[in-house]
């Protein structure tokens, strides 16, 4: 059974951690800019750069730094800047679909993995990239069957990329989809002058929609509104199918998402890989990591086009459709490493024993646990209030710049 990299989305140092901590392979992020996620979330500035490598290293993550947007001639000297940041430190690879990106990269010795912006959907599209990168994202529209075309002709040809190794092949395993082609959508460039392409989606597609006969003025009644904003993937329960297809990543995607959203689906996905590799992976099993994956932010799931070419599912509503969400309970104060005890100042709700509480920061990543004991302004009780100095056995350090959530239910609309 070949192993499988399971490659994580990191919008900021938080996300990263919560990476790290449950079990990725490997981690993606943005820097400034010049990728397809520079507005949905903070990216990382430059002077990040080298502690990203040195917490990826410690733990034997690769690094992958996202430049895959459109190359404008003005924008080129901050892409050779970005690259020779990246090589300073010691950053894995380059993700990217502009050619000047790919030469510049491939000129400086850095490692080359070919976007899914490119629509890479057939053998010889691969063996052409080949000659640039070592590992390519496929088009999201293939089936699985199409993928596996393409995972065999290159291991029967031995078709290999600059490194010298067989090309690997990585595919999109969780997350958001576009209604366009791999991402490729002007939807937002006509209506807002801001372009998707460059990484400053409006995301107009996630809105309710009316058709109207402009001749006639007659409006068209839909069973749904949001008939251009579709339903997150997931493979978690066609995984083994994947393992099959012959790809070498699965990707989870997400910078813009929160760090427990990152937590959760790698942990997940890490505990499903695992399952499938030592032959424990079972339907029972399968139930239990939708529902996990189900709490964090959502808008429905489908198998997107792996399962064989089909109308598209889409979202009936706006916004997630997670089971739970996160209250805001206070901040970090100190941490007592002898005694393992964390203590928060309370800011906001309540915290009582046995809620289910989540821990963030940038060093912490995201940590979820149950309150099984608690002391508020030096006593034992079972309840801590606004304005209490509350203190808990922790099994991690926490930071003053940690902040404290308290998981609820959430109520979705059907």
């Known amino acids: 059974m070949q192993h499988i990299e399971l490659m994580a989305p990191a919008g900021n140092f938080e996300s990263l951690q919560a990476a790290l901590n449950n079990g990725a392979n490997s981690v993606y992020f943005g820097v400034e800019q010049l990728n397809m996620r520079a507005r949905a979330t903070v990216n990382f500035t430059l002077d990040d750069l080298p502690e990203i490598a040195r917490r990826c290293e410690?733990?034997?993550?690769?690094?992958?730094?996202?430049?895959?947007?459109?190359?404008?001639?003005?924008?080129l000297s901050i892409v050779k800047t970005l690259l020779k940041q990246a090589k300073a430190a010691n950053i894995t690879a380059v993700i990217a679909m502009d050619q000047a990106v790919i030469a510049m990269a491939r000129e400086m010795g850095i490692e080359v993995h070919i976007s899914t912006q490119i629509n890479v959907t057939n053998i010889e599209t691969v063996k052409f990239y080949a000659l640039f990168a070592d590992t390519m994202v496929l088009s999201r529209e293939l089936s699985l069957r199409q993928v596996k075309i393409i995972t065999d002709a290159i291991e029967k040809e031995q078709i290999k990329g600059p490194s010298g190794n067989l090309v690997e092949i990585e595919i999109f395993g969780h997350g958001a989809l576009c209604m366009a082609v791999s991402g490729k959508c002007y939807m937002s460039l006509h209506a807002f002058n801001s372009s998707a392409n460059r990484g400053a989606c409006k995301q107009n597609c996630r809105k309710k929609y009316t058709v109207v006969d402009q001749e006639t003025g007659f409006e068209m009644e839909l069973d749904n509104e949001y008939i251009m904003s579709p339903k997150d993937l997931c493979t978690i329960d066609f995984l083994d199918e994947i393992v099959d297809a012959g790809i070498k990543v699965l990707k989870i995607e997400g910078r813009g998402r929160a760090p427990e959203y990152v937590a959760k689906v790698i942990k997940c996905y890490r505990d499903a890989i695992d399952s499938v590799e030592n032959g424990t992976y079972n339907k029972e099993?399968?139930?239990?990591?939708?529902?996990?994956?189900?709490?964090?932010?959502?808008?429905?799931?489908w198998s997107g086009y792996y399962l064989g070419q089909k109308l598209g599912e889409w979202s009936n509503g706006s916004g997630s459709h997670a089971t739970q969400k996160k209250v805001y309970i206070g901040k970090g104060t100190h941490f007592y490493p002898k005694?393992?005890?964390?203590?928060?100042?309370?800011e906001a709700f309540d915290v009582v024993v046995g809620d289910t509480i989540l821990i963030t920061g940038p060093t912490t990543g995201a940590q979820e646990m149950k309150v099984e004991e608690l002391m508020a302004n030096d006593k034992k009780s079972e309840k801590g209030t606004k304005g209490d100095l509350v203190t808990m056995p922790l099994k991690f350090r926490i930071r003053p710049s940690d902040k404290l959530y308290k998981i609820v239910e959430n109520k979705v609309e059907a």
């Not at 005694?339 to 309370?346: D, M, N, T, V, W």
């Open 339 to 346: 005694a393992q005890i964390g203590e928060f100042k309370i």
């Open 285 to 301: 099993k399968v139930i239990g990591w939708m529902q996990e994956l189900e709490k964090v932010y959502n808008r429905g799931f």
């Open 58 to 75: 410690a733990k034997n993550v690769r690094t992958y730094l996202t430049l895959n947007t459109i190359i404008y001639d003005h924008d």
